[in-house]
């Protein structure tokens, strides 16, 4: 969600737009389709996962489930794996498999789009099972290969025309591709308002290249860069907003690019840093009533 600003000298006060995710369909992720069989090497970690932090979830390594935890956390294995198909079992003693699956709390598989590499992020998500409780995933990803080479490509040129590696200090370095984007787009308040739009701005396509985005744009484009500085970070996601969080000497810090460009009734634009590489407690202390998370989800950020 953005807020648009009303630039007084003295007073802000913040207007909120209904949010619209990367895309209406992930709120519709299960289909029941046709039954297919993949080849599962499930055990084996390909180079975009992300290391999991949560401690509500673990990393499933066999191809069936016992329990609707482990479930849930099957989704989130295949989904970190970066897997487009991918088929497991129920355990014979799981009875309730099939009717968990069909009631899977949709707004939770979100939040596990947030906790993965951009790369390996969905846009859908088709579920089918036979009688005998097997399970296949098909997973349509948010970015093409051909996208994502063209966004590796931008952030290697953007690192050297910005001089990123020229700043010793982490914090400028994110500072400076933190400005940059915030200074090179604009909301796109059409698509948060309707869900359409003429630009890509639900993605780092739309924040790099054609100067809109809304929340999910501004958070890719950062992550893509920070996993270009090798820094561990995830977003943080609730049904209204999706931020970034990124860890700096041990410590998770806070960055939404999107509050940090926020819009004035009059037009102007500026780069503020209210959200830019702050504490969890801080964050809180603002009460904007927009960047609550789940904590079981996030535990570790505190």
């Known amino acids: 969600m953005k807020r ?14 209904s949010y619209i995710g990367t895309n209406k369909s992930l709120y519709s992720l299960i289909d029941n389709t046709e039954y297919k069989i993949a080849n599962n090497e499930l055990y084996y970690v390909k180079e975009n996962t992300k290391e999991n932090y949560s401690g509500s979830l673990t990393i499933i390594d066999r ?10 956390s099957m989704f989130y294995t ?3 794996n970066g897997y487009d198909i991918y088929t497991f079992k129920c355990s014979h003693n799981y009875s309730t498999c099939l009717t968990d699956l069909d009631k ?12 993965v590499n951009p790369k390996n992020s969905f846009k859908t998500i088709k579920t089918s099972y036979t ?26 040129r953007l690192i050297v025309s910005l001089k990123i590696n020229s700043y010793p200090d982490i914090k400028d370095k994110i500072k400076v591709f933190h400005d940059y984007i915030a200074d090179h787009n604009v909301y796109d308040s059409v698509r ?8 890509h701005s639900n993605t780092a396509i739309g924040a790099l290249f054609e100067g809109y985005a809304i929340c999910d744009g501004y958070s890719d484009a950062l992550s893509f860069f920070l996993d270009k500085l090798d820094l561990e970070n995830v977003k943080v996601t609730n049904k209204e907003h999706v931020w970034n969080i990124v860890k700096i000497n041990d410590e998770w ?12 009734t009059n037009g102007t634009q500026l780069t503020i840093h209210d959200y830019f590489l702050i504490t969890t407690d801080k964050l809180e202390s603002k ?8 904590e079981k989800i996030y535990d570790f950020i505190k």
């Open 78 to 80: 295949v989904l970190n």
């Open 104 to 115: 899977i709390d949709q707004d939770v598989l979100t939040t596990y789009n947030s906790l």
């Open 253 to 264: 810090l806070h960055i939404d690019l999107t509050w940090d460009d926020p819009i004035y």
């Open 287 to 294: 009460e904007d009533n927009e960047h609550s998370f789940d």
């Open 131 to 156: 009688n005998d409780k097997k399970i296949t995933l098909n997973i349509e990803k948010k970015y093409t290969d051909e996208e994502l080479t063209k966004i590796d490509n931008e952030l290697d």
């Open 63 to 72: 191809d069936h489930v016992n329990n609707k935890e482990e479930l849930y």
């Open 192 to 199: 948060a308002q309707t869900g359409e739009s003429n630009y």
């Open 4 to 17: 648009i600003l009303i630039p007084l000298e003295v007073i802000l006060i913040f207007i909120s737009f």
